[in-house]
T-cell receptor, first 116, second 112 residues
Framework: AQSVTQPDIHITVSEGASLELRCNYSYGATPYLFWYVQSPGQGLQLLLKYFSGDTLVQGIKGFEAEFKRSQSSFNLRKPSVHWSDAAEYFCAVGAESGGGADGLTFGKGTHLIIQP | DTAVSQTPKYLVTQMGNDKSIKCEQNLGHDTMYWYKQDSKKFLKIMFSYNNKELIINETVPNRFSPKSPDKAHLNLHINSLELGDSAVYFC???????????FGNGTRLTVT
């Protein structure tokens, strides 16, 4: 069965500093990988996704993530965070199957706090 | 122009009541989902429908019954509500697995 681990429950970063959020997955085949962000009281918004091809994926809001098959990781990065980046971040993995109805498995989320 | 809309946004009710949450998507997607987010923010899929047909039914009490009158709607009906049902419920849709999920803004259900 597929699973996702986000080892850091909370991360505190100073505004302007760089950010890396960790995500490790377990899946027997080629994974589809996603990062979502949830701002307080809001729904989830897709930051970026990886299906195949270039292992460095660019997303919205200046985020990027790198797929490393050897480490089963898909870490999210941003060179310089802004106070508006404070939110909950979810990594998710999907199965490679037809129909698209298998849903995603989500990690438990990382709560990002931005210090002034 | 909300792509996935759910109503109500907040729902406060007493134990034992029956309630429904509605979800509609105007994206023309074939697949819709219900996710439950618990107090620790952990998201778990509950149901998935593809073209009005139930595809996924995770370990969810049968007090929860999804209803899909057409592929643009997936409603969630909950009977005999319990305290443990308090959570945020997210509706989502996608066309295929290789297209992203579009989430609604969630419905915060509080059972007292």
């Amino acid at each position: 069965a597929q699973s996702v681990t986000q080892p850091d429950i909370h991360i505190t970063v100073s505004e302007g500093a760089s950010l890396e959020l960790r995500c490790n997955y377990s899946y027997g085949a080629t994974p589809y990988l996603f990062w979502y962000v949830q701002s307080p009281g809001q729904g989830l918004q897709l930051l970026l996704k990886y299906f195949s091809g270039d292992t460095l994926v660019q997303g919205i809001k200046g985020f990027e993530a790198e797929f490393k098959r050897s480490q089963s990781s898909f870490n999210l990065r941003k060179p310089s965070v802004h106070w508006s980046d404070a939110a909950e971040y979810f990594c998710a993995v999907g199965a490679e199957s037809g129909g698209g109805a298998d849903g995603l498995t989500f990690g438990k989320g990382t709560h990002l706090i931005i210090q002034p | 122009d909300t792509a996935v809309s759910q109503t109500p946004k907040y729902l406060v009710t007493q134990m034992g009541n029956d309630k429904s949450i509605k979800c509609e998507q105007n994206l023309g997607h074939d697949t819709m989902y219900w996710y439950k987010q618990d107090s620790k923010k952990f998201l778990k899929i509950m149901f998935s429908y593809n073209n009005k047909e139930l595809i996924i039914n995770e370990t969810v009490p049968n007090r929860f019954s999804p209803k899909s009158p057409d592929k643009a709607h997936l409603n969630l009906h909950i009977n005999s509500l319990e305290l443990g049902d308090s959570a945020v419920y997210f509706c989502a849709s996608s066309q295929y697995l290789d297209s992203p999920l579009h989430f609604g803004n969630g419905t915060r259900l509080t059972v007292t």
